[in-house]
């Protein structure tokens, strides 16, 4: 009888330890900062090209460390590089013909400013021949009148006279109405070459603009780094000849990664986007990484199951992703973290 008494006082002391011990964690776990378990994401970048063309080199592999600007594969690109001569080939001759319109249209103006000229000088001598004519009329009709005071040789010379002016009067006011229809014609001819420049210069812009897409479309067959990252994937081999816009080079951006980890509605006081963050990964035990709450989600979800237990699961949870300064590195994507958040506690 003593030993099964010794025993039940036995198991009731150890029960009352486990007891005692799981309140003791419960209340450790209460008063610890809200937080939860996630892992690491980095930003993936896929590079494509908008052009369709065979893979003629790849200058990367799969882990590598690339920079802004680094070449990374090189695409065989004859179709959109004749494409590309033809366009600037049609863009000069189309700035000829620009240039050639407004020379014409240029001319057409020099010749109405000199038929005008032209119009003016002629009326002008028109006048001056006219009076001229008016006085030698005149002074014929007055020697008339003296009778045989005055020599005959004297008034037929002085009616030729009168008479020679007036034709040269008539011959000026011809030459005045000709260069006004020189004139007339002249306006005629810009308005047609103005609509011949008009025309030239739409399709110089035309060429402009077809000769620069066809050298974006030469200039997609480099494909280049936009940030630093690293390689993580290559889908296709050199020589394969790929469709424009499917992914020749996949980049994972290690600078700035993130964690997504849930908590429960209790918790949700402690997650506001801006809160200060810390992140504590297995691979890096004595190293806590600061972080900032970048979004909480509106509404909640059931707890993931690969996250937390069968119980857990009952209850509603809210995601929250934290972004992680990462400039050396050490956070790699797939990293199973552990985020606290120190603002507030549970």
Not at 96 to 108: D, L
Request: aromatic fraction near 2%; proline fraction near 4%.
């Amino acid at each position: 009888m003593r030993r099964i008494a010794l025993a039940v006082v036995l198991l009731v002391v150890l029960l009352s330890s486990l007891l005692a011990w799981r309140l003791h964690l419960q209340a450790a776990e209460a008063r610890a900062p809200a937080g939860g378990s996630g892992e690491i994401e980095g930003t993936n970048v896929d590079l494509s090209s908008r052009v369709g063309a065979r893979i003629l080199e790849q200058r990367i592999r799969k882990g590598d460390t690339v920079k802004k600007g680094d070449l990374l594969v090189v695409l065989d690109c004859a179709d959109p590089a004749a494409a590309l001569a033809e366009a600037e080939a049609r863009l000069a001759a189309a700035r000829a013909a620009a240039a050639a319109a407004g020379a014409s249209v240029e001319a057409s103006r020099r010749q109405r400013e000199a038929a005008v000229a032209g119009e003016l000088a002629a009326r002008a001598q028109a006048e001056a021949l006219t009076a001229q004519r008016d006085a030698a009329t005149r002074q014929a009709n007055r020697l008339e009148a003296l009778g045989a005071d005055v020599t005959i040789a004297s008034r037929d010379q002085t009616r030729a006279s009168a008479e020679g002016l007036e034709g040269q009067t008539r011959a000026a006011l011809a030459q005045a109405r000709a260069s006004e229809q020189q004139a007339a014609a002249a306006v005629v001819a810009i308005r047609a070459s103005g609509a011949q420049a008009v025309s030239a210069e739409a399709q110089m812009k035309a060429a402009e603009a077809s000769a620069a897409r066809a050298r974006l479309l030469v200039d997609e067959c480099e494909v280049r780094a936009p940030r630093e990252a690293l390689v993580d994937d290559l889908p296709h081999e050199p020589g394969e000849l790929v469709q424009a816009g499917q992914p020749l080079v996949r980049l994972v951006a290690l600078s700035e990664v993130k964690a997504t980890f849930y908590l429960p509605n209790a918790e949700l006081a402690a997650a506001r986007p801006g809160a200060r963050a810390s992140v504590v990964a297995d691979a890096w035990p004595g190293e806590r990484f600061d972080g900032i709450v970048r979004t909480v989600a509106l509404q909640a979800e059931f707890t993931p199951r690969n996250i937390q237990t069968r119980t857990d699961r009952d209850r509603l949870v809210y995601a929250v992703e934290v972004r992680v300064a990462n400039p050396e590195g050490k956070l790699r994507p797939g990293m199973p973290v552990q985020v606290f958040l120190p603002a507030a506690g549970k």
